[in-house]
């Protein structure tokens, strides 16, 4: 495998507009003889699709929600990010570039990062047309606020339910293309494997979810747009159906993975309530804006919060990082979490928590200003927890909230399959080893919007008359092995359930390869995954038959293609011996406890490519060299 | 907690449907609804019974897959609220609910509690959008939006898309989410060119699809979990009006066509 990013050459600011004028171009009427598969409607996916359309691609679009709207998307509260510099503090393209690259712990590739601020801008002004109703001033213009660890004002946002107004303007776009006709919407629809004929991806085999039949699509080229895989934890804040198949798939059809072990542990979620717990709530991170985040100075001190005078209170992030304070990135205020509870510190009734107190921004601003930035977050808190954070602080933990890592792709967002392009969280291309707050939704829209539009057509622009069949040796073959899986998992009949194997996962990928990692855990855990999906294999449970809508066979086909992937996961974060973003090495720390670094030796891509059942994976380095951004070890001090 | 639920089972599309009681003798208050439904599934895996089929997704209230009808109510008793949200803690010891699917001719029922909301994409996709093509906008701030229009904008756009008033309504009509997206395009200055256009052409899909008529009972505000407003409906009946008055004004100016 050898993996060419395809990075344009020149200064970085001309980059992107060198690459797109040595693009090769698919002239308007030959647009509509080319048919793009594009698997998802996130922002990614929704945006793609409906732009794609608008050129005249012929678009096939693909979700497993029964609407293209209820992509996980949907969910994302705080805002997005945008170099528009409108509140004149000194923003700029290079700034956020600048910030993305130092806050993704220097372990993105510059060329990409730059673009993604490039056309930031352009994605707020494509939004506001769509008729986004982002928050204003009273002046009528555009409200923006700082978000996570930036120091400009530079997120925009729509009450706490950003990603909702952002994904409903892309699904309304691509609605208005499928009236058109020019897209054809597939929802209730998985994707289960890819095709790959003549080392090109040529399709795709999915399940319509209503009806249990399966059926193959075939497509000059591949897009997917299948979001990030966090739940092979288990538990995270991601919707229930999030899930890696589609990459997964992709994968072990010859799409190399990047980075699987960098994931974002968020520091603000409300903490788990019990065994029967079956996902994480996020309390959107702008209310570290307000909130102090605390815990008692004496350790098992189990006053409540009010009666806790404040010299007894340690605001370990104020503490810590003066300058950043409450705002310091977001895998930072997390592993400061983990160190107090650690000391048992924690609050609540598993001491697995910290508090987030709005007190005195209460007494400052008042109770209305609160309630106007975060009304509908609190009232969230209150009807989950019966607690009123107006009065009582909040409890908050870390829980698993987002992958950086995903297939590997080139400048171009193509994969290592030729073909095969993949957006949104299901790439790894922007966020280096930690994501800053409000930088997912640019980047699904970036891709979406401005990236994918223009690659395409490079690729296309060679393959025109190219005819396209399903009805071929190599779709028969992957078609076959869908079935045969699927009468597999329907026909183990054993004694445990699809969700008591996933929370084993969980359990063991939290443990061992979560907030904080070392080599002893990851070797007990790559040691032992290999049998919990041996156990799965000869003892799941999943009733009814592959004909009709069966929820339990939908996620045993996820759980499955998560317990592989945990291996892999865990393979890459054993490797990796350093600590960098999300990606805390016990054995590599400052002696502050701070992430160490080694830039000599780890300064690359980790793509791994899959060897076959059985084997290991095997790993591919791609340099990443830091032309603009000085390497630096971080610093919110 | 113990209670006791009735749950509508369907195998399918076509299969006969009835209600099947499930004692559950340990609910944590902590729970939320769809926890417990998760519990109990798990339950009659292992017993061999196969589990309630329900949709769901977030399970933060955002985005609109969940719901069913809670004894009679849509997402149940508390205001402002999808199943997903509601916990347990709000329920006696000793009750007994009802889980029914929506009940609506335009939401065929799939599989026990999951129903088909297509038409909801069907009306959207009749005109609830602004076209405008990626990447012919112009710079965001060139046009500015009172700060007014733009909350009640974000008020009607907050519309999860979940069902919850049409099952609610006698009429079974779906008047409250095509009168959110009507308004909230009708409200901000980027949705003025196709505004007329619009509102008609939803509203003849509205009819298109199998939902009754709105006679204002007012029952799908009072379930809907983000709280729209019936003055939404309002706005767009009123458009709706004011663009039948203005088709009528232009065909008699062209000399019309009779
Ligand atoms: C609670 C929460 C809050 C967040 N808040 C923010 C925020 O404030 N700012 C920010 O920038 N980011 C935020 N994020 C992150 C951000 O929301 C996501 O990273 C981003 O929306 C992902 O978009 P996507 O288009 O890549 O994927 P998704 O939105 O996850 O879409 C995936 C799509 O793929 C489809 N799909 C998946 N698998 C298959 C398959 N096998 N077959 C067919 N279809 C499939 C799904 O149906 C869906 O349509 C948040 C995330 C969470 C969990
Ligand atoms: S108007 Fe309310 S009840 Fe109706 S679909 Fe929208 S959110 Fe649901
Ligand atoms: S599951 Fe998303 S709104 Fe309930």
Redesign the pocket.
């Known amino acids: 495998m050898r993996l060419d990013a395809r990075i344009p050459a020149g200064p970085i600011e001309g980059k992107w507009e060198r690459c797109k004028f040595e693009m090769k171009l698919v002239n308007p009427a030959n647009k509509r003889r080319f048919k793009v598969l594009v698997?998802?409607?996130?922002?990614?996916?929704?945006s793609a699709a409906a732009s794609l359309g608008e050129l005249g691609y012929e678009v096939e679009c693909?979700?497993?929600?029964d609407s293209?709207r209820?992509?996980?998307?949907?969910?994302?509260?705080?805002?997005?990010?945008a170099a528009k510099n409108y509140q004149n503090d000194g923003d700029s393209v290079f700034r956020l570039f600048y910030d993305t690259v130092k806050g993704g712990d220097f372990r993105a590739r510059e060329a990409n990062v730059y673009r993604l601020a490039e056309v930031s801008g352009a994605i707020i002004d494509q939004c506001v047309a769509q008729g986004v109703p982002f928050a204003r001033e009273y002046g009528g213009l555009l409200a923006n606020r700082s978000?996570g660890g930036a120091q400009v004002s530079r997120t925009f946002?729509a009450r706490g339910q950003?990603?909702q107004q952002l994904?409903l303007g892309a699904y309304q776009a691509l609605e208005r293309q499928i009236a058109l006709g020019k897209v054809r919407m597939f929802t209730r629809?998985?994707?289960?494997d890819l095709v790959v004929e003549d080392g090109r991806a040529r399709g795709i085999v999915?399940r319509d979810l209503k009806t249990g039949e399966i059926r193959r699509h075939a497509g000059h080229a591949v897009v997917l747009?299948?979001?990030?895989y966090?739940n092979a934890f288990h538990l995270?804040?991601?919707?229930k159906?999030?899930?890696?198949?589609?990459i997964w798939?992709a994968h072990k059809r010859g799409a190399a993975f990047a980075n699987p072990c960098y994931t974002q542990i968020?520091p603000t979620c409300i903490p788990v309530s019990g065994d029967y717990q079956s996902k994480l709530?996020?309390m959107?991170?702008?209310l570290r804006n307000d909130g102090r985040i605390w815990v008692p100075l004496r350790k098992g001190d189990t006053r409540p919060a009010g009666e806790i005078p404040e010299a007894e209170r340690d605001y370990y992030l104020e503490r810590r990082y003066p300058a950043f304070g409450n705002l310091v990135p977001r895998d930072i205020a997390s592993r400061a979490a983990k160190q107090v509870c650690d000391e048992g510190r924690g609050v609540g009734p598993t001491g697995l928590g910290v508090y987030l107190d709005f007190s005195e921004s209460i007494g400052r601003l008042g109770r209305a200003a609160i309630e106007e930035r975060y009304g509908n977050l609190f009232e969230m808190y209150e009807r989950i927890t019966g607690e009123d954070p107006y009065s009582v602080p909040m409890r908050i933990f870390p829980a698993v909230?987002?992958t950086m890592g995903g297939l590997w792709v080139d400048y171009h967002l193509m994969s290592s399959v030729q073909g095969l392009y993949v957006?949104?969280?299901?790439n790894f291309s922007d966020h280096g080893a930690n994501?800053l707050?409000?930088?997912?939704?640019?980047?699904?829209l970036a891709?979406?919007y401005f990236v994918i539009p223009y690659t395409i057509g490079d690729d296309l622009a060679a393959r025109l008359g190219e005819k396209v069949s399903s009805d071929t040796p190599a779709f028969s073959e992957v078609e076959t092995g869908v079935r045969d899986r699927l009468r597999k998992l329907t026909s183990i009949r054993g004694k445990r359930t699809v969700d008591s194997f996933h929370r084993e996962l969980g359990q063991v990928m939290w443990a061992e390869c979560g907030m904080g990692r070392n080599a002893t855990g990851l070797r007990r855990a790559i040691e032992r995954l290999p049998g919990l999906r041996a156990e799965f294999w000869e003892n799941v449970n999943v009733l009814g038959s592959g004909d009709g809508l069966n929820q339990s066979l939908e996620k045993a086909g996820?759980v499955a293609d998560f317990l592989e992937l945990g291996e892999l996961i865990c393979r890459d974060a054993l490797h990796r011996e350093e600590s960098c973003g999300g990606h805390f090495r016990e054995e590599h720390q400052t002696p502050e406890g701070e992430a160490l670094r080694d830039d000599e030796h780890f300064r690359y891509v980790a793509a791994w490519e899959w060897a076959g059942e059985g084997r290991e994976p095997v790993l591919h380095k791609e340099p990443l060299e830091f032309e603009y951004v000085h390497l630096a070890q971080r610093s919110y001090k | 907690m113990r209670l006791t639920l009735r749950v509508w089972r369907q195998a399918g599309p076509s299969a006969p449907g009835r209600l099947v009681t499930y004692e559950l003798p340990d609910v944590s208050e902590h729970m939320s609804f769809l926890e417990m439904l998760d519990v109990l599934n798990e339950r009659l895996t292992e017993k061999g019974e196969e589990p309630i089929a329900f949709d769901h997704d977030?399970r933060?209230g955002i985005c609109g897959t969940c719901g069913f009808m809670i004894s009679g109510i849509a997402h149940g008793k508390m205001p402002a609220t999808t199943v997903c949200q509601l916990h347990m803690r709000h329920f006696r010891d000793g009750e007994e609910l009802v889980l029914e699917p929506w009940r609506s001719k335009a939401f065929p029922v799939l599989r026990d509690l999951v129903v088909d909301r297509g038409a909801f994409d069907r009306i959207i996709q009749a005109g609830g959008y602004v076209a405008v093509n990626t990447g012919t906008a112009q710079d965001a701030n060139a046009i500015p939006v009172a700060k007014a229009d733009a909350d009640v904008a974000m008020d009607a756009a907050s519309c999860i898309g979940c069902g919850a008033c049409v099952a609610q309504c006698p009429n079974g009509a779906a008047q409250l989410f095509t009168a959110a997206k009507v308004s909230q395009l009708a409200l901000l200055p980027q949705g003025q060119p196709e505004r007329w256009q619009r509102v008609e052409r939803m509203v003849a899909q509205l009819e298109r699809e199998a939902f009754g008529s709105c006679t204002n009972y007012g029952e799908c505000e009072a379930v809907c979990p983000k709280g729209v407003s019936l003055d939404f409906i309002a706005m767009m009946n009123r458009d709706w009006l004011r663009n039948v008055f203005r088709v009528r004004r232009e065909s008699r100016a062209t000399g019309g066509a009779g």
Do not use: K, W
């Open positions: 698997v998802g409607s996130g922002l990614a996916g929704a693909f979700c497993y929600q293209p209820r992509a996980h998307s949907i969910s994302a509260q705080g805002g997005i990010n978000f946002y950003t990603g994904l629809t998985e994707m289960l999915v747009a299948t979001g990030g966090g995270s804040t991601n919707a159906g999030c899930n890696a198949t589609a798939r968020h709530t996020l959107s991170e702008s909230h987002y957006l949104g969280e299901a994501r707050g409000a930088s997912a939704l640019m980047q699904g891709d979406g996820r | 977030c933060e």
